[in-house]
């Protein structure tokens, strides 16, 4: 690992939040993880990730984070992997920027099944885990 900082941060509910950075470098590919204990994702927004303004914070986030986010990797031909951890704990969700070459979307979830029924779109792999 290059770096790794781990913030806590506000919350809506009655837990702390808490967020992890983590840069590393594996076999000379970067990538950039960010593991949080907030909610998971809904269905829908994977759908919409990268596509159309999406935020779980509609009272104070505008959606433009990942727009930039796909905007950039698509430029580098980075991929985006998001998983979803079953017990929560310590986080709930990462979402991993890899300057891979590849241009891949990625799901990593024990709710692969609901999230493949969900999508309508077919440049997202999801995978069981």
């Not at 590393?24 to 759908?47: C, K, Q, S, W």
């Not at 891979?100 to 709710?111: A, E, L, T, W």
Request: with cysteine; aromatic share 8%.
């Amino acid at each position: 690992h290059i770096l790794r900082c781990n913030l806590e941060v506000g919350s809506r509910n009655d837990k702390q939040g808490n967020v992890l950075l983590n840069l590393a470098r594996d076999g000379g590919i970067y990538t950039l993880t960010v593991l949080d204990n907030g909610a998971p994702f809904e269905l829908n927004v994977f759908d919409k990730l990268g596509r159309e303004r999406v935020t779980t914070h509609s009272d104070s986030g505008s959606g433009i984070g990942f727009m930039q986010t796909f905007s950039t990797l698509r430029a580098c031909d980075g991929s985006i992997v998001i998983t979803e951890f079953e017990s929560g704990l310590p986080f709930t969700k990462s979402v991993g920027f890899r300057f891979d070459g590849k241009g891949k979307f990625v799901i990593k979830s024990p709710r692969a099944e609901q999230i493949k029924n969900a999508l309508t779109r077919e440049d997202v792999l999801v995978i069981n885990e």
